[in-house]
């Protein structure tokens, strides 16, 4: 039997990689990048997905790409909060002093929601209904950080 040498080194392997997100959200970070929320209606229950879906959710009908997209305006409202003391990022989880509010919010004529920061609110000031707006990333790049989070609209209108 033949015995093989086996080495072992340490060092820092970097992954540098793009994936694929297909054309459906492709079209949705195109929007974005222009400061555009985009979702897509299904042709037969005529529910709004944001963001957009190839079958939908309620009825499992495809949704052709061409001509089912609507422009959605960027308010909407808080479906549902919490908040949390992780801070997460890039650059991995941090724990921070305060607390962070991060709210499921329904765009304005769209049946789905989004989780993002909610963002210049005091967690007293939080509740199921409330009307907030997007607060955009100052430099776009197609993709979901484009969107920085949501803040209340003022006077918190329902």
């Known amino acids: 039997m033949t015995r093989k040498r086996i080495e072992i080194t340490t060092g820092f392997v970097q992954a540098d990689y793009n994936f694929w997100v297909g054309k459906y959200m492709d079209k949705f970070y195109d929007g974005l990048e222009s400061k555009q929320v985009l979702g897509n209606r299904c042709p037969t229950c005529n529910r709004v997905f944001v963001p957009p879906r190839k079958v939908c959710g309620n009825c499992f009908k495809t949704i052709d790409l061409s001509n089912n ?39 304005d004529g769209s049946d789905t929601s989004v989780v993002y920061p909610l963002l210049d609110v005091q967690e007293k000031d939080l509740t199921i209904g409330l009307k907030v707006q997007v607060v955009w990333n100052d430099e776009l790049k197609g993709h979901p950080r484009d969107i920085k989070g949501f803040r209340m609209l003022k006077g918190g209108e329902r």
């Not at 409202?77 to 908040?83: A, I, P, V």
């Open 69 to 107: 997209w609507v422009k959605l305006k960027d308010t909407g409202t808080l479906r549902n909060f919490t908040t949390t003391r992780i801070a997460v990022s890039e650059a991995g989880k941090k724990k921070t002093s305060e607390a962070i509010p991060i709210g499921m919010v329904q765009f």
